[in-house]
């Protein structure tokens, strides 16, 4: 592969080496020169590679935290990651460069920064105030292992406590440390002989800053005095403690404990603890002890203005109740709520009306994040309902197997969608809004529909809403109910030909334009779907059975269930061989005693009642053939216009008519070669034994491709242990006479040399790198296409490439994309009066394809995509005109051939992680960047370009990443992105009361610079911890110049008497921060001015 240093290429010489490359033979052709006449728009500048957006549920998450003025949560995961979440639709994606798992969460309350700890001892200040937030400051702890943070509500200074039992404090706006520390020997002392553990607690006490509680993990509590630098109190237990959790008057605070056990302590009664509760422990009648339980892993301790105190807590549960569920505990007055989880509790928070620790809580909901979901609880309604959760945080609800994007959809397709969508919603979710509601969304510059179709292990099928960065769930189809299911294990089907997830979709055909959809399975079935808005019961469910047989000497087979070889042109076959039927067949084995003719699954023999969205047109499965198990199916077409599907394994290819439901082709690889196969081919021994054939399902983390054994499945016959993810299933034996079928196509082109007009055509490419063209003679509409047979003959036309074959499509001579040919949607399931299916049958066209309208005279472009090379061959003539080379050590993974800025090209990713881009029909390299190396098998099977310069990858089980190749959309993104920070005014503080003022007893405040300021306590050691400036600095410039934006909004609010809602006020605000850079000028003077009071000087 040529490889290119800069990342745009200089257009004239490449076209120059992209001429040089076509064949000398082409370019002496008259078709040769025509391509001169097309003027190709797209150039090297309109191509630019950024990451957009991520969708999904964080993969391994690990801390969470809330801003409660703001009200935007974020979630940290093991991998570094950072995600943020407001309003429905303002989400963001961050990511340290370390990759070290994030081990706790701090905002600073309505100041638009967040402190994130890590695992390797790195505490580091994100600046929120920017559209894509940036790390600020860094700090390397270098001695010590950081266990647990505190920052004050409205405090400039974080508490910081190790493993070593210490504390540390540091100065969030110039991020260093302060020399004062808490050694954990002085806040001990004589309580305990042993050291106490690491630090898991500190919180200072509501009523008086001036009193740090610090909870060490071996049971050991103290409350220090920071003025006097001595413990106040000690508390000692007997068993690890978890967590810990104030009372909101400051007199009585709560820990949780390793034996399932909760600690009631008053303040001022350290020799024990006021009260002990075993919420799950069973009480024994002779007043011992409960028996010990699960440790309590968190216990929040909320109060109420109203009624009693909530106490809510994870873990606890006694240790008898083996596979009970993870259980959040709400304990509220002599009620005590058990809510169960699906997947184990990470963390929780209890979401309260106030910002103020020493105020009551008034709390109202908990966010619960699970190790697979986020779940958010209302505290406010009876039974806790929990709400319903806007984000697409499903997408993993069952591994995903294969995805499709497509870009600039018919307008009507997603509401149309979410209709049939909208009835399958539960119910019994809360009434009330969802609580994160932050941030403010960006605007949308990008107009066009975007669908996303996943496929998943379980059989169901998701469409998702992804117009304009956002993603939302519309609809979901379970293919797998059309099948029985095995109650068990031993009950299941001995046909079965992979050990789990049967139902597992493997590819994805979709027709948006008459919204046609067409799956292949694992279990090597295919399904036919209909869009409809009414509901309908099946009562016979139309099913096809194909026996796809690959031999080369023995082409026997039972009668009626094969075409001849090779029809010859002309002849077709006739379409009433293969009745259609209900159920599957009976003979489940042959003469030997070997599995022959069954399928791997059973489709349901009884009335199937189908909801209004996708429902079953067809079921065709392959059988078992004399004790072979049918191949995995890998390429699959469907065309509405012709009525027809198209699938293809490495045994061969079958084609069947829909309407008809009768198999019109049935051909073993070779045999569509007919006696112009190019290769020798040694007769296939026979298998003796079940070999597997390669699930889908291996889509997680560990599987790792060493780079030795990055190579293509064609590039060393012998050696295929890396297979693509279109042809998965060639993995098993003899593949040096196994050709499978890796790309069909339907098309209206020219199908010979010789011809004078397009016709309706089917081109087929191998694995060997061959393309093959099958000529289709279609009757015509209306009842005539029911009546008539579909003929098909094979055309003679054979093209070589060099590698797989990926993807084929047509140009017209003005070099414009010819689409398949494809029936406008119409609904199926109305009874139509006689008039109306007059109409219908006078305008119903066999092909919406513009080519069908082209003058004789004008020529084709095929445009064909291979795993090593890409080619332009000129239709009729069939000479190549451009060919390119994309790759020489890799291989391509995925081509498409796609529209931009009103042009087309051709886009790739290859293997060794680099996505390119080739203008059509001259094959120019635009593009060529090193993006990702593809480190697992996921990311091959779900990468896929889509048009106006998208494209999206599953980057983790759970997630979806996209990004874009296209300059514009790159220039705009800014603009698209939500707004994490809105000027919000704090709430006003508890009000102390006239007779606490008087008498004292209400909250006292500490002033900490004079404590913790350099003057004070002196400069920290050098050595214990290391200050990096981050890369926010210069955005951080515009954060400070959108901070004085955020100022004048407080004031207007102070200002606005008559209480106008927040909304007026965010949206002018909003074009103000817009206009930060004008303000940019005046920061510097704002920033001294305001030098003691903002977290982001510097």
Known sequence: MRKFNIRKVLDGLTAVSAVASASSAAQQQQAGNRETEIQETLQSEHFQLCKTVRHGFPYQPSALAFDPVQKILAIGTQTGALRLFGRPGVECYCQHDSGA??????????????????????????????????????????????????????SKWLYVGTERGNIHIVNVESFTLSGYVIMWNKAIELSSKSHPGPVVHISDNPMDEGKLLIGFESGTVVLWDLKSKKADYRYTHDEAIHSVAWHHEGKQF???????????WNVKSPTKPFQTITPHGKQLKDGKKPEPC????????????????????????????????????????????????????????????????NDFQEPYAVVVLLEKDLVLIDLAQNGYPIFENPYPLTIHESPVTCCEYFADCPVDLIPALYSVGARQKRQGYSKKEWPISGGNWGLITQSYPEIIITGHADGSIKFWDASAITLQVLYKLK???????????????????????????????????????????????????????????????????????????????????????????????????????????????????????????????????????????????????SGEPPQQITSLAVN??????????????????????????????????????????????????????????????????????????????????????????????????????????????????????????????TTLGTVLVIVL??????????????????????????????????????????????????????????????????????????????????????????????????????????????????????????????????ACFCANGHIMTFSLPSLRPLLDVYYLPLTNMRIARTFCFTNNGQALYLVSPTEIQR?????????????????????????????????????????????????????????????????????????????????????LARARLALDERGQKLGELEEKTAAMLYSADSFSKHAHEMMLKYKDKKWYQF
């Open 254 to 264: 709560i820990c949780s404990h390793s034996d399932g056990t909760l600690t009631i």
């Open 777 to 906: 003679n279609l009757p015509p509409g209306g009842e005539q296409r029911l009546l008539q047979p579909v003929i098909v003959s094979p055309s003679g036309t054979i093209l070589r490439l060099k590698g797989a074959i990926l993807r084929m499509a047509f140009l017209d001579t003005t070099g414009s994309l010819v689409p398949p040919a494809h029936e406008p949607w119409k609904e199926h399931n109305v009874s139509e009066d006689k008039d109306e299916k007059e109409k219908a049958k006078k305008r119903r066209p066999v092909s919406v394809s513009p080519s069908s309208s082209q003058e004789i005279s004008e020529n084709q472009y095929a445009v064909i995509c291979s795993e090593k090379q890409a080619k332009v061959i000129s239709l009729p003539s069939q000479n190549c005109i451009y060919k390119q080379n994309i790759t020489e050590t890799s291989f391509v993974l995925r081509g498409d051939i796609v529209s931009l800025s009103n042009s087309i090209c051709l």
């Open 640 to 765: 509405s216009a012709y009525g027809l599907v198209v699938f293809g394994n490495c045994n061969g290819i079958a084609m069947v008519d829909y309407l008809q439901k009768t198999v019109l082709l049935n051909l073993g690889t070779i045999e569509l070669y007919g006696s112009n196969d190019p290769y020798r081919r040694e007769p296939r021994s026979p298998r003796k034994t079940r070999q597997p054939s390669g699930g889908l399902c291996d889509i997680n983390e560990g599987t790792v491709v060493p780079e030795d054994r990055c190579k293509s499945p064609t590039s060393d016959v012998k050696d295929n242990s890396f297979s693509r993810s279109r042809s998965s299933s060639v993995t098993s034996i003899d593949k040096e006479s196994r050709e499978a079928i890796s790309a069909l196509h339907f098309c209206e082109t020219f199908t010979r040399k010789a011809d004078t007009s397009p016709s309706p055509c089917l081109w087929v490419g």
């Open 479 to 625: 293919t797998a109910k059309v099948f029985e299911k095995s109650r068990n294990k031993d009950d299941r089907p001995n046909t079965d030909i992979v050990d789990e997830d049967p139902y597992a979709i493997q590819i994805i055909s979709w027709c948006p334009e008459s919204r046609m959809l067409c799956i292949a399975g694992v279990s090597a079935h295919v399904i036919i779907y209909r869009f409809s808005k009414q509901e309908v019961t099946t009562e016979v469910i139309p099913m096809l059975e194909v026996r796809l047989l690959y031999e080369i000497n023995d082409l026997e087979t039972p009668d009626g269930e094969q075409v001849p070889p090779v029809p010859t042109p002309g002849a077709g076959s006739n379409p009433q061989s293969i009745a259609p039927q209900s159920h599957p067949s009976t003979s489940s084995s042959s003469s030997d005693g070997l599995r022959d003719n069954v399928p791997c699954l059973k489709v349901k023999n009884s009335p199937l009642k189908q909801s209004p969205g996708y429902q079953i047109e067809l079921v065709i499965q392959l059988v078992w053939v």
């Open 963 to 1047: 990004l874009t190749y296209s300059q514009e959309t790159c220039e705009n993104l800014q603009e698209m992105l939500g707004e994490l920070f809105t000027p919000v005014e704090t709430p006003e503080a508890p009000n102390r009361g006239f007779f606490k003022g008087l008498f004292g007893g209400g909250a006292q405040s500490l002033d900490r610079e004079e404590l913790f300021g350099e003057s004070a306590s002196g400069k920290a050691s050098r050595s214990l911890a290391q200050h990096i400036p981050g890369p926010g600095g210069i955005e951080g410039v515009k954060g400070a110049a959108s901070g004085v934006v955020g100022e």
């Open 101 to 154: 798992a994030v081990i706790q969460l701090q905002f600073l309350i309505n100041e638009g920064a967040l402190v994130s700890a890590l695992a390797d001892d790195t505490l580091h200040l994100w600046n929120l105030r920017q559209k894509r937030p940036a790390i600020l400051h860094s700090l390397k702890f270098n001695r010590e292992r950081i266990t647990f943070c505190h920052l004050p509500f409205q």
């Open 294 to 357: 699960k440790p309590i892993l968190k216990v929040e301790y909320k109060t109420t203005r109203a009624g009693e105190p909530f106490i809510i807590l994870s873990g606890g549960l006694s240790y008898d109740t083996v596979g009970r569920r993870p259980c959040l505990t709400v304990m509220h007055g002599k009620s005590t709520a058990v809510l169960e989880m699906d997947y184990s509790i990470v963390d929780f928070l209890t979401l309260c009306e106030t910002p103020y620790p």
